[in-house]
């Protein structure tokens, strides 16, 4: 691969596009120059590894990795270099000549041999949905490939030359729903050089007697992995094409090789070229801007810049180093880091900030040049232009205009210049070596220092942040005076203006003063009336404290020669929290298996990870599309509560517009239902909700369905309408509610007046309130509808409850159901949003399908999915409590409303949801109003938690209350509180089975005992004392979570060859279901003694007519259900062979195997397939189940940052069935529920319309943002008489055990609240405040004090003499 061939082969055409994928040559005649790497491999070749999460380079699913000849090699480069890129924005017509790998290309199932990192992600249980992990896998090859390219590096045998941390962070910007990322660190970790073996979690290489084993003997059990056969030199062939570029007027893509080429095609061009015959240009490097803008105009001409050779080259000479545009982030940072001269601290210290842009896939094709186009044409914040401005950086532009006028001009002159025009060309950016220019003082004494900052919700993972700065300052040490500010620049950008800036008047006031704290506060006055937000802009006055604390913490650097007194106070360890940004450090899991009913309880792999790791595993997209397939695209309105009359097309007319009006005569205008309500699929004429569905547009293609839709203009009209209800205070006011039957309305318990009397202090009317949360499962709702001779029709939904998906369309189409059959074979991530909200998907593509008599599918785009989604339910609660002086509650009670949004859909089940989870607490008495409230908002459904959530947060809330209220600590309250088993009783009656279920005080105890919790809390406090910048906090939270056992339908069919099949109604989700019913078949089939059949089981995928009855995947027990459903089919399959078995083995003496029993049972005609429905009895059908975590965080006061140190969670699973599986589910719910708590904001607008709609602006956790050290037990509580097989759900009943964090925030916060009050502050300081969910940076600021640097300084103030 290395030398470059084939000169036998006639080089191709100029004007063909021509590259390989995993070997495979394409070679393409003619194509939409828009069209993505993405759109092409998905439609046009078999490879489907590459997914679409969200098309913006903010999730990492479509990561691929380029191979490619370096244009201009550099001798000491290698000739051909391979990185990944995100092919949902990479260009097809730019990776000419290239070569591309997919997971496919490392290794499959077709191939017979996996790749060592798909086994590993595999055995490492770090698969679960397997949405995102081809993208991770080729994240962390393309990391392998590259240090192994690296010959500085040592080599170690079976490992990669890859650090641990550089394992962990190579995968820091792929977003995984379902894992909670340890496993995946783990897997990748596992390739590291200097990793410790024992240090990796559970997987299933070593997962039994592993102390025994020695370490050297660890490494054997891996899947092997040597550079030889699994790195470079495993890629296929590629780039071994005659050289020719691309150059195509068919294509109308421009690979200009000179300036002078670039200028003749731009000149073709001028303004009234364009006016008159819209030829309209595009310059572009490496389109990562599209996946901001989205851009969906047209244009006539791509030109291409990475080929002239003035945009791609590094210049270094004395004065400094000269970057083309053209050249991407990655290599930039690669060559500031090797510099070494006068200004290396400089470089290395810009290359470190430059690595937390995006994503290391798209750094390495986001061009430096691209970056400051955007943000001179279009205001992007970026963080390059803070840089550059700080340390007095030049830019070089061509002007179309003039052709051969070359600017060089300040990078502040280029900002505040007009929009560069579409001719005009960013050439080059020139950073200075400031040491030659700056060192103003010309004084020995003299330093120059660099710092740069950047707060952001992630801090590696890929955020923009909420404002950057990079400060160069030259000082001199004077001997009696202190530090003299020389000189000083200031740059701030991203903070909500259109430009980055310079703080001028804050280097003018600071420039020639001596340092001290006058001066500083001065300064810090005078920042904040120099970094304003533009009006309009989130959390203005955070940015701007940002800003103060940046400042504050730079200047603090100086003050060495300053008084003890002052050093001590401006005490700042650790504050800078971005400079070192530590990944999980550790992970230690408990589990203990059982081999009661073997091989259930074993920690076996997930079925189907394997083919998951390489993408083989097929989801909804990627079955490939039918021939005469159309696309569809959901058109949604953007008001709530108006008329739409008539809905017009900018771009070109769609093939068809779907509404209810093509309902069939005898169909039905309904898009989900329930047991409770229906709603309708469209509402054409009237919006009900910014976010109803309007139509459906057809296309040919998916990307003109959604163009369609997203040009479509809707005519609203208001006039005389009721104002839309968009609070659930005017929903009371309007008396809109939905009614909640009595028979899942929960009941009150005890006197609350009575316990009232009882307590000894009251709050009263005190308020919470909490917002919703988006599911973010990595593959977005998706259909294909296939309609079918007879009228009937074959849909392939990714959906968690097809049975009622079936219904729906039956309905729809006014056909009978058996003539709909919807098929599930897995789910890229549900969490609940794909039970009522994929049904309309899947029925809007019925619908069209069955009208225009041709295939129909959708794949929603992310923007889409989150505006249609609705999500968990954000609610408002108002509570007054009693108490007594230790904390006892007496007496609670709740108002609660809740916003169910415009239609019914699962609400009804909130209510029973929230009480349920609260009452893991004696509260004495509790009563409660609860009201579901009807608003003109999208209808709000189940997610993971649903209700429980905000139940189990709504009692801590109160626990910490009261604990400021009394000025006692909050776990003591909680302690005090905790259930005894008889009030247990009394507040779950018979869900709380016998008093041996009750595991909750054992596991209070535990969870204390493997935390250190107690000598911890007195660590924290010790902490606090010391460290004024950073606080800690910690604490420890249980829940009890109640679960219903629902009705299950199985099936089991044994074939000639003694292979079976097995049929549940339970979707595959990611969550395990499939392996466990695979266990517990072998189990119960294993019963008959004929030998292991575990192998010759096989799941397969969810059919309505072949398997009726299926239900909803739903609420963590369907797992249980299923199993108990095949093991009834398995036993009466047993019960069928037994005889036959005891007489075959009378007849010749020796015992048969399995493949003998069977094919003798088909001759003697026993029916070898059997169904049962499993319908659990309802004495014993509820029941609890227990945890608690302890976390430990800290809070940088100075930006709102929170940092989880470390999270010890101890979990009931009974006796579980795959401790692997539900140690999965524990951590990957305990993550999803740190982004409920912690980070994940999903607003709307004034009118109710979703406003974070994409990655950009919802931030789930990554890999940076989990506990650096998170510790997990899977409790083993043994024998459960009434469960099944002894084992309790682990679905979502952890994902409330992240409050844990959220309350350790609080301490934290506390802590800083109380050190404002010892400086002397009097607001903001009350011990008794409420932190809102989710504790985002802004808001844990606002409560520690956006004026945390002014109290502190003028509190110094006041103490000097
Ligand atoms: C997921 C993601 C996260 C990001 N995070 C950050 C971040 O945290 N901080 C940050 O600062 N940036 C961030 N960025 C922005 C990123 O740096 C830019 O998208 C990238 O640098 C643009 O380079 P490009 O080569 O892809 O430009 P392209 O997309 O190819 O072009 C961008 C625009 O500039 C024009 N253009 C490109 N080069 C030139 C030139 N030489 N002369 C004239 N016009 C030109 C193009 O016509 C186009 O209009 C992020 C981007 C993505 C996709
Ligand atoms: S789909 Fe490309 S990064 Fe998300
Ligand atoms: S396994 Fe990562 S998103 Fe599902």
Not at 230 to 258: M, Q, R, V
């Amino acid at each position: 691969m290395d030398k470059p061939e084939n000169s036998s082969e006639p080089p191709p055409p100029p004007d063909r596009l021509i590259f390989t994928v995993n070997g495979e040559r394409f070679e393409v005649p003619e194509v939409d120059p828009s069209t993505t790497l993405l759109e092409f491999l998905r439609t046009n070749t078999p490879f489907k590894s590459p997914k679409l999460g969200c098309g913006e380079g903010g999730c990492g699913a479509c990561v691929v990795l380029l191979s490619k000849r370096n244009p201009n090699p550099n001798p000491s480069l290698n000739e051909i270099e391979h990185f990944t890129v995100s092919s949902c924005l990479t260009l097809l017509c730019s990776i000419n000549n290239c070569s591309i790998t997919t997971s496919e290309g490392l290794g499959s199932s077709k191939d017979g041999i996996f790749h060592p990192i798909h086994e590993r992600f595999s055995g490492f249980h770090a698969s679960q949905c397997g949405f995102c992990t081809p993208g991770m896998c080729m994240s962390l090859f393309s990391a392998i490939i590259n240090s192994e390219n690296d010959s500085n590096r040592p080599s170690k045998s079976g490992f990669s030359k890859l650090t641990v941390s550089e394992a962990e962070k190579s995968v820091s910007g792929n977003l995984c729903r379902c894992t909670g990322y340890r496993p995946i660190a783990d897997a990748c970790k596992s390739f590291a050089s200097d990793v410790d073996l024992e240090d990796l979690g559970v997987n299933s290489f070593w997962r039994k007697k592993r102390d025994s084993i020695e370490k050297v003997n660890l490494s054997r059990l891996l899947p092997h992995y040597n550079p030889k056969d699994h790195a470079s030199s495993i890629l296929k062939d590629g780039c071994n094409f005659a050289s020719g570029l691309l150059n195509s007027e068919k294509h109308s893509w421009y690979t200009p090789l000179t300036i002078e080429d670039l200028r003749m095609l731009l000149s073709q061009r001028s303004d009234r070229t364009v006016e008159k015959t819209g030829n309209r240009i595009k310059l572009v490097v490496g389109n990562t801007a599209n996946g901001y803008y989205k851009e969906t105009e047209k244009y006539d001409k791509y030109i291409d810049l990475r080929y002239i050779p003035e945009l791609s080259v590094v210049k270094k000479n004395s004065s400094g180093i000269e970057f083309g545009a053209a050249i991407s982030i990655s290599k930039v940072i690669s060559y500031l880091k090797q510099q070494n001269c006068e200004s290396d601290l400089i470089c290395s210290k810009i290359a470190n900030h430059l690595e937390k842009i995006g994503s290391e896939f798209v750094r390495n094709s986001a061009s430096i040049g691209g970056n400051l186009v955007m943000a001179q044409r279009k205001y992007f914040p970026s963080d390059i232009t803070t840089l550059l401005l700080a340390v007095d950086s030049t830019v070089t532009i061509l002007t179309g205009q003039h052709p051969h006028k070359h600017e060089k001009i300040t990078i502040e002159e280029f900002l505040q210049k007009p929009h560069m025009g579409p001719t005009n060309v960013l050439l080059n950016v020139h950073i200075p070596f400031i040491g030659q220019t700056k060192n103003k003082a010309n004084n020995l004494n003299s330093r120059l220092t660099f710092e740069s900052y950047r707060a952001s919700p992630r801090p590696l993972g890929n955020a923009l942040p909420y404002l950057n700065a990079a400060f160069l300052s030259d000082i001199s040490e004077t001997e009696k005076n202190g530090v003299l500010v020389n000189y000083i620049n200031l740059a701030f950008g991203a903070y909500g203006t259109k430009r980055a800036k310079r703080a001028s008047r804050v280097e003018e006031y600071l420039c020639g003063k001596i340092l001290s704290v006058a001066v500083l506060n001065e300064a810090v006055e005078l920042v904040k009336s120099d970094v304003v937000s533009d009006e309009g802009t989130s959390y203005g006055a955070y940015r701007s404290s940002l800003a103060v604390g940046f400042l504050f913490q730079f200047l603090n650097t100086f003050l060495g020669d300053l008084s003890d007194y002052f050093k001590k106070s401006l005490l700042l360890e650790g504050s800078d929290r971005t400079k070192n940004i530590e990944m999980l450090s550790s992970a230690k899991q408990v589990m203990e298996s059982s081999r009661d009913f073997y091989p259930v309880g074993e920690p076996m792999k997930k079925i189907a990870a394997s083919i998951q790791a390489s993408g083989e595993a097929v989801y909804v997209d990627d079955i490939p599309s039918p021939p005469n397939c159309l696309y569809g695209a959901f058109i949604y309105s953007t008001k709530p509560s108006a008329r739409v009359n008539n809905i017009s097309f900018n771009s070109n007319t769609p093939t068809a517009v779907i509404s209810s009006k093509d309902i069939p005569e005898k169909g039905e205008n309904i898009g989900s239902t329930t047991i409770f309500a229906s709603e309708p699929l469209f509402s054409p004429d009237f919006s009900r909700c910014a976010g109803d569905r309007i139509a459906f547009v057809v296309a040919e293609t998916q990307k003109r369905a959604n163009v369609a839709a997203k040009t479509a203009v809707l005519d609203y009209d208001t006039q005389d309408l009721d104002p839309p209800i968009l609070t659930v205070e005017e929903a009371v006011e309007r008396s809109s509610f939905f009614e909640v039957p009595p028979f899942l309305t929960p009941s009150n318990v005890g006197d609350f007046d009575r316990g009232m009397i009882e307590s000894d202090h009251k709050i009263v009317n005190s308020e919470i309130k909490l917002g919703s949360q988006y599911y973010f499962y990595l593959e977005n709702q998706t259909a294909l509808a296939i309609p079918d001779e007879d009228n009937t029709i074959a849909v392939y939904s990714s959906i968690q409850n097809p049975e009622y998906a079936q219904i729906v369309i039956a309905r729809c189409l006014g056909i009978p159901e058996h003539n709909v059959r919807v098929i599930t074979r897995r789910v890229g991530g549900g969490f609940g949003g794909k039970a009522m909200k994929a049904i309309p998907v899947a029925a809007a593509c019925a619908l069209a399908a069955h009208k225009l008599h041709r295939p129909v599918r959708t794949y929603l785009d992310r923007k889409t999915d989150m505006i249609l989604a609705g999500g968990r339910h954000p609610m408002k609660i108002t509570y007054t409590v009693g108490f007594k002086s230790n904390g006892k509650i007496t007496a609670l009670h709740l108002n609660i409303l809740i916003d169910a949004g415009v239609t019914e859909d699962s609400s009804i089940l909130i209510p029973h949801n929230i009480i349920s989870s609260l009452k893991k607490y004696d509260f004495g008495a509790l009563s409660f109003d609860l009201k579901l409230c009807k608003t003109n908002r999208t209808s709000k459904s189940a997610m993971r938690g649903p209700g429980e959530v905000q139940g189990s947060y709504i009692a801590e809330a109160i626990i910490e209350n009261i604990a400021s209220h009394l000025l006692i600590k909050s776990d003591d309250v909680r302690t005090v509180n905790l259930h005894k088993y008889e009030t247990l009783k009394i507040f779950y009656g018979s869900a709380s089975e016998e008093c041996v279920d009750y595991t909750l005080p054992f596991i209070w105890d535990r969870v204390a005992e493997s935390s250190s919790y107690f000598s911890r809390v007195c660590l924290v406090e010790g902490f606090n004392k010391s460290n004024i910048w950073i606080k800690r906090g910690i604490s420890r939270v249980p829940i009890v979570h109640e679960l219903i056992l629902r009705p299950a339908a199985g099936k089991v069919s044994v074939l000639w060859d003694g292979s079976i099949v097995v049929e549940v109604g339970g979707i595959e989700l990611g969550q395990g279901l499939w392996t466990k019913v695979k266990q517990v078949a072998a189990y119960a089939l294993g019963s008959i003694k004929c030998g292991e059949v575990f192998d010759k089981i096989r799941v397969v995928q969810a059919d309505t007519l072949s398997l009726v009855q299926g239900g909803l995947t739903a609420a963590s027990t369907t797992s249980e259900s299923s199993c108990e459903a095949i093991r009834i089919c398995c036993n009466l399959l047993v019960e069928r062979l037994a005889p036959l078995r005891e007489k075959l083995e009378e007849e010749i003496g020796i015992p048969v195997n399995w493949e003998t029993l069977i094919l003798q049972a088909h001759f003697r005609n026993i029916n070898l397939g059997v169904n049962s429905y499993f319908v659990p009895d309802s004495s014993s059908s509820r029941y609890l189940n227990y945890g608690a975590a302890v976390s430990e965080v800290e809070v940088n006061i100075l930006t709102g940052e929170t940092r989880i140190l470390r999270t010890d969670i101890v979990y009931d699973c009974g006796q579980s069935m795959n401790p692997a599986v539900d140690l999965g589910q524990i951590e990957g719910a305990f993550v999803q529920g740190l982004g409920f708590f912690m980070q994940e904001e999903y607003l709307t607008n004034a009118e109710g319309l979703v406003v974070t709609d994409s990655t950009w602006n919802y931030k789930i956790p990554t890999i940076d943002t989990i506990p650096k050290q998170f510790n997990v037990e899977v409790l083993n509580s043994g024998h459960h008489r009434n469960r099944i097989l002894s084992s309790k759900a682990s679905g979502e009943p952890p994902l409330l055990l992240a409050a844990s964090v959220h309350c350790a925030t609080r301490a934290a916060i506390g802590a800083a609240r109380e050190q404002m009050k010892s400086w002397g502050a009097v607001e903001g300081v009350d011990s008794s405040f409420h932190l809102d969910v989710p504790a985002t940076m802004p808001v844990v600021k606002q409560l520690c004090g956006l004026n945390v640097v002014e109290t502190y300084l003028q509190s110094l103030i006041a103490l000097e003499p």
